[in-house]
T-cell receptor
Framework: SQQGEEDPQALSIQEGENATMNCSYK?????LQWYRQNSGRGLVHLIL?????REKHSGRLRVTLDTSKKSSSLLITASRAADTASYFC??????????????FGQGTILTVHP | DVKVTQSSRYLVKRTGEKVFLECVQD?????MFWYRQDPGLGLRLIYF???????EKGDIPEGYSVSREKKERFSLILESASTNQTSMYLC????????????FGPGTRLLVL
């Protein structure tokens, strides 16, 4: 079942602007990840944030996690045309033997215009 | 770098055919996964495997089976392909049982006529 819901479904910005995408989920999690997918290709892992972390940075990426609101956001700063892609959040549920199973959101399509 | 390869990028099959999608990873990962991706529905887990010859159903296993005879290879089988199985199929692997980061193959776009 799809746990994550992402907002907005589509985002169009100009190069140099910041892009913010949000993800909400329903159950308790161990961690939340963000992946990128270029058109017609596989997914690429971007960043992982654990349930006891509130913020994480990686290059131009900043991820926040609010477990009380069951939500996360991904901020891409100083966007580039090459950032054009779909972005997915994915969660690992807390408890049990998950074998690393992920539950994906439906994704945000980001278009960065040169 | 982890490399996950899938046997075909594009595949066209006819209704009722038996279809094999192959996935190979070269980093000795324990876990392997098969997803399908459809517009508006995101990625949905079909089957996964955490060890050789072990398999677990995902969220949408109906109409599919899998095989993992060797650690590096995970096959998805459509026993009798139907038009509603037209989709993008993505294979992924992760290092160990509780390792969460997954590495994806490039995908196979399957069209069933």
């Amino acid at each position: 079942s799809q746990q994550g819901e992402e907002d907005p479904q589509a985002l169009s910005i100009q190069e140099g602007e910041n892009a913010t995408m949000n993800c909400s989920y329903k159950t308790s999690i161990n961690n939340l990840q963000w992946y990128r997918q270029n058109s017609g290709r596989g997914l690429v892992h971007l960043i992982l944030i654990r349930s006891n972390e509130r913020e994480k940075h990686s290059g131009r990426l900043r991820v926040t996690l609010d477990t009380s609101k069951k939500s996360s956001s991904l901020l891409i700063t100083a966007s580039r045309a090459a950032d054009t892609a779909s972005y997915f959040c994915a969660t690992t549920n807390a408890g049990g033997t998950s074998y690393g199973k992920l539950t994906f959101g439906q994704g945000t399509i980001l278009t960065v215009h040169p | 770098d982890v490399k996950v390869t899938q046997s075909s990028r594009y595949l066209v099959k006819r209704t009722g055919e038996k279809v094999f999608l192959e996935c190979v990873q070269d980093m000795d990962h324990e876990n392997m996964f098969w997803y399908r991706q459809d517009p508006g529905l995101g990625l949905r887990l079909i089957y996964f495997s955490y060890d050789v010859k072990m398999k677990e159903k995902g969220d949408i296993p109906e109409g599919y089976s899998v095989s993992r005879e060797k650690k590096e290879r995970f096959s998805l089988i459509l026993e009798s392909a139907s038009t509603n199985q037209t989709s993008m199929y993505l294979c992924a692997s992760s290092l160990a049982r509780r390792e969460e980061t997954q590495y994806f193959g490039p995908g196979t776009r399957l069209l069933v006529l």
